[in-house]
């Protein structure tokens, strides 16, 4: 198995995850009720108008389905991928992964079920301060109906511009460029998630001490927020695509060990960055460190690592990680 096959399939299933996460996002904001959250918010019901968004793990379905596809394919990649093993008398050692082991699918189930809540929970909790502030600045439930779920763009007939499917943290960056916008601050041109062809307009404005026109301080905000989203689902698809890939290498490691097809004193894990300037420098410190299979990676940081991306490591190792791992077994001693 080549570094390079397993880091193209991260990237492939790392696409495909993206625009799970981005259509279980827009059944959301389509299926949301604007008449009923605005109504419910003239009465100061928030409860009721978070309801009526419609917010359900269901939703998250094919996001949920694609990751298990995604476990499945890194588990076959890897024991598809290891050469050919033969017993003394020259039979073939077939191995193969079993997605239906108890271990595979409990591991399955936690992490699935784990993420949606988390993702839905979060969702939660920024569709209600979104509401609560909407209310607080006293601005027309309407207003803060479609700030929510977005405008329909009628070139694409799909709704742009929502909050839905930012974290809570991102929320607030929305509310905070806005203001920036709003006063001609020059802050907003430090925002990464700007889009950058609105800056001439912030600083015409900074220069002639006038403000931007309302229609454009909202086309430069949609668009944040759109951005915003991007690098949202950007996030969770390298997140997901790292954990379930290789989790799906490890255990499928595992099950050849356990039917004694491979000698586990053989088997080796492998550190790999993506040997560029963005790589984190407790990662570049890991780069073609080896470790034997049950063994932990150990980040300068203390953290302790099974693999890049592992999910029971802290955000800020596996955020964002663009690193790999490949297994290498010792064929010459390899003991069945």
Same mark, same amino acid.
Request: charged share 30%.
């Given at each position: 198995?080549?570094?390079?096959?397993?880091?193209?399939?991260?990237?492939s299933w790392e696409l495909k995850i993206?625009?799970?996460?981005?259509?279980?996002?827009?059944?959301?904001?389509?299926?949301?009720?604007?008449?009923?959250?605005?109504?419910?918010?003239?009465?100061? @019901?928030?409860?009721?108008? #978070? %309801?009526?968004?419609?917010? *359900?793990?269901?939703?998250?379905?094919?996001?949920?389905? =694609? +990751? /298990?596809?995604?476990?499945?394919?890194?588990?076959?990649?890897?024991?598809?991928?290891?050469?050919?093993?033969?017993?003394?008398?020259?039979?073939?050692?077939?191995?193969?992964?079993?997605?239906?082991?108890?271990?595979?699918?409990?591991?399955?189930?936690?992490?699935?079920?784990?993420?949606?809540?988390?993702?839905?929970? @979060?969702?939660?909790?920024? #569709? %209600?301060?979104?509401?609560? *502030?909407?209310?607080?600045?006293?601005?027309?439930?309407? =207003? +803060? /109906?479609?700030?929510?779920?977005?405008?329909?763009?009628?070139?694409?007939?799909?709704?742009?511009?929502?909050?839905?499917?930012?974290?809570?943290?991102?929320?607030?960056?929305?509310?905070?460029?806005?203001?920036?916008?709003?006063?001609?601050?020059?802050?907003?041109?430090?925002?990464?998630?700007?889009?950058?062809?609105? @800056?001439?307009?912030?600083?015409?404005?900074?220069?002639?001490?006038?403000?931007?026109?309302?229609?454009?301080?909202?086309?430069m905000v949609r668009a944040y927020k759109?951005?915003?989203?991007?690098?949202?689902?950007?996030?969770?698809?390298?997140?997901?695509?790292?954990?379930?890939?290789?989790?799906?290498?490890?255990?499928?490691?595992?099950?050849?060990?356990?039917?004694?097809?491979?000698?586990?004193?053989?088997?080796?894990?492998?550190?790999?960055?993506?040997? @560029?300037?963005?790589?984190?420098?407790?990662?570049?410190?890991?780069?073609?460190?080896?470790?034997?299979?049950?063994?932990?990676?150990?980040?300068?940081?203390?953290?302790?690592?099974?693999?890049?991306?592992?999910?029971?490591?802290?955000?800020?190792?596996?955020?964002n990680c663009r690193c790999w791992s490949?297994?290498?077994?010792?064929?010459?001693?390899?003991?069945?």
């Amino acid at each position: 198995m080549t570094v390079n096959r397993f880091d193209s399939l991260i990237s492939s299933w790392e696409l495909k995850i993206r625009q799970a996460f981005l259509s279980s996002i827009y059944s959301i904001r389509d299926g949301a009720q604007i008449d009923l959250i605005e109504k419910l918010m003239k009465r100061g @019901d928030i409860e009721g108008a #978070i %309801r009526a968004v419609g917010l *359900d793990p269901t939703k998250f379905r094919v996001f949920d389905s =694609t +990751v /298990a596809k995604a476990y499945e394919s890194g588990g076959w990649h890897t024991s598809s991928h290891l050469p050919k093993l033969r017993e003394p008398s020259g039979h073939k050692i077939e191995i193969v992964f079993d997605v239906r082991n108890v271990s595979a699918e409990a591991w399955l189930r936690d992490h699935s079920s784990n993420a949606i809540k988390e993702i839905v929970n @979060d969702q939660r909790t920024m #569709i %209600r301060d979104a509401l609560r *502030d909407g209310m607080e600045a006293g601005e027309n439930p309407r =207003t +803060v /109906a479609l700030d929510l779920v977005g405008k329909i763009n009628k070139t694409t007939g799909r709704r742009e511009g929502g909050l839905i499917g930012l974290t809570s943290s991102q929320e607030k960056w929305v509310r905070e460029y806005a203001k920036e916008v709003a006063a001609g601050d020059s802050k907003a041109l430090l925002r990464k998630l700007r889009d950058k062809r609105f @800056d001439p307009a912030i600083k015409r404005a900074i220069k002639n001490d006038s403000p931007i026109p309302a229609k454009q301080q909202e086309a430069m905000v949609r668009a944040y927020k759109n951005r915003a989203l991007k690098y949202r689902a950007d996030t969770i698809a390298r997140t997901e695509a790292m954990a379930s890939l290789h989790e799906a290498q490890n255990e499928a490691m595992k099950q050849a060990i356990e039917k004694g097809q491979v000698d586990l004193a053989t088997v080796k894990k492998v550190w790999h960055s993506a040997g @560029d300037g963005r790589v984190r420098d407790t990662h570049a410190a890991l780069n073609g460190k080896s470790v034997s299979f049950n063994s932990s990676f150990v980040s300068p940081s203390g953290a302790r690592l099974k693999f890049p991306g592992d999910p029971s490591a802290p955000a800020a190792e596996i955020i964002n990680c663009r690193c790999w791992s490949d297994i290498k077994i010792d064929f010459l001693h390899n003991i069945r």
